[in-house]
């Protein structure tokens, strides 16, 4: 079974890749609300064709497109889970070519790729374990594997719609475990388990004084200026990248393992400081890279809007300043009860502060000795033919915490993504490499369910 599988990928990878393309031309901007129906109608039909029975499930938001394929209720059955929407493409003059035309070209470090938005974030890893199952039913007698999928479209816009989905359909969602495909892979290039995520709490915070604008020097000095007030408040919450609140310390639950594997991860810090064009990393360097995002919370102001933008000088006293800002969270940690301390933290310092919370992940971690860890490295490493990364956690945030809250199963993020996929930027591109490793990979997962 193992040889034919990589035969059977690479006889049909072009056909894969064509349906990829058409997926891609299609835009499915969540925070626009561009394209997300036709998307979801293209997905479904995408698993019609391979032969997956499909449904579209409204939702407040966006729209899930459900499939399964189930062969025995007593059979094993994995879910996986994908997103079909996709970043804004912002500016369209840094694109080398338009962002929903998707073109195939060579990228110099890593091979001929599909440049597209959505690409490697997260069609192109999506439509992997669709193709998967067909390749499976061409080298097996016959499946004994149940598999579901669950695709929502607002994983880039918070997952509001996708949480209240999990509440009322966990029946039709039950399994033994649920694999994720998204995020890019270790930047070694090596395949890479990741064994949870760290949590997002995303913020906005807004602060009016006057009512209008005035000048800075008739009335600077006795006029409180917004954007002087906004920064200084928000100075209190953060050290560096690392938060202050003393809430930041609390109800974190790591297994025994974590600090381990996290210091295990491999770190190039003078190679990532160099692709960035930085002269040093943020802190210290008494923890690696990975550590110091596997092992504290951290804050990030995001953007900051206040006061004239233009060219030139206009002095000015800002009358209102906005800034967003996430925390990323440990597993253990509570979204919302960490908002309710940056919001009595930040109105207790200024009562004109208004704080609104955008959106929350929970975190979540998954115990690295669940047996299908070992079926999935399996896969892995033959795929690829190198020795897989393992990481606690993935530095992005999923709804992967919501998955395993509601299903109580193990949830295994296994990304496909090239390490510079450009997810979220201009010119986001999918390696074809990638894409046929990861088809191969799903496979092989498949393949090794059946054996258990």
């Known amino acids: 079974m193992a040889n034919g599988i990589t035969d059977l990928v690479e006889q049909n990878v072009e056909r894969y890749q064509e349906e990829l393309l058409e997926l891609l031309a299609q835009p499915s901007v969540s925070s626009t609300g561009d394209g997300i129906e036709a998307c979801a109608r293209s ?21 899930v497109v459900y499939g399964e394929k189930i062969v025995d209720d007593s059979s094993p059955t994995v879910l996986f889970y994908g997103h079909y929407d996709v970043q804004p493409p912002g500016d369209r003059e840094r694109w080398d070519s338009p962002p929903f035309d998707p073109t195939v070209r060579d990228c110099a470090d890593c091979g001929t790729s599909i440049f597209a938005r959505g690409s490697g974030d997260n069609k192109g890893q999506l439509v992997a374990h669709i193709f998967a199952l067909e390749i499976l039913h061409q080298v097996a007698d016959e499946q004994n594997v149940n598999v579901k999928y669950v ?40 395949p890479t388990i990741v064994y949870g995520n760290r949590g997002l709490l995303a913020m906005e915070a807004t602060i009016t004084k006057a009512n209008t604008d005035v000048h800075s020097g008739n009335f600077g000095g006795p006029i409180p200026n917004a954007a002087n007030d906004l920064v200084a408040a928000l100075d209190t919450l953060f050290d560096g990248t690392h938060g202050t609140l003393d809430v930041l310390d609390e109800d974190i639950d790591l297994p025994d393992t974590y600090a381990e594997m996290a210091s ?32 504290s919370p951290t804050f990030s102001i995001n953007g900051l809007t206040s006061g004239y933008q233009g060219d030139r000088m ?10 967003k800002f996430d925390i990323r969270l440990l597993p253990g940690q509570n979204p919302d009860k960490v908002f309710t301390h940056v919001e009595e933290r930040l109105t207790a310092l200024d009562p004109e502060i208004s704080v609104r919370k955008l959106s929350t992940f929970l975190p979540m971690i998954t115990d690295p000795e669940t047996p299908y860890a070992e079926l999935i490295r399996d896969a892995a490493t033959t795929t690829w033919n190198e020795e897989a990364v393992e990481m606690p956690v ?4 999923l709804p992967a915490g919501y998955l395993k809250d509601v299903l109580e199963v193990p949830v295994l993020v296994v990304p496909y993504g090239n390490p510079d996929q450009n997810n979220h930027a201009p010119n986001e591109h999918m390696s074809l490499d990638n894409f046929k490793n990861g088809i191969e990979t799903s496979a092989r997962v498949l393949a090794n369910l059946q054996r258990q």
Do not use: W
């Not at 064709?49 to 449904?55: F, H, N, T």
């Not at 206009?314 to 800034?323: G, L, N, Q, R, S």
């Open 264 to 295: 295990t991860v491999p770190v190039d810090h003078e190679a990532t400081k160099s692709e960035l064009g930085l002269s040093r990393l943020a802190r210290s360097e008494d923890q690696t890279y990975y550590e110091r995002i596997a092992l």
């Open 151 to 190: 695709f929502e479209g607002e994983e880039e816009n918070g997952s509001t719609g996708f949480h209240d989905f999990l509440r009322t359909h966990a029946e039709k969602l039950e399994c033994d475990f649920v694999y994720i495909s998204d995020g890019p892979m270790h930047g070694s290039r090596r």
């Open 394 to 397: 993935l530095g992005g945030s």
């Open 43 to 63: 997905v479904a039909g995408l698993l019609d064709e391979y032969g997956i029975d499909s449904e579209i499930i409204p939702t407040e938001h966006s729209p």
């Open 314 to 323: 206009k002095t000015i006293i800002p009358h209102e300043a906005t800034a």
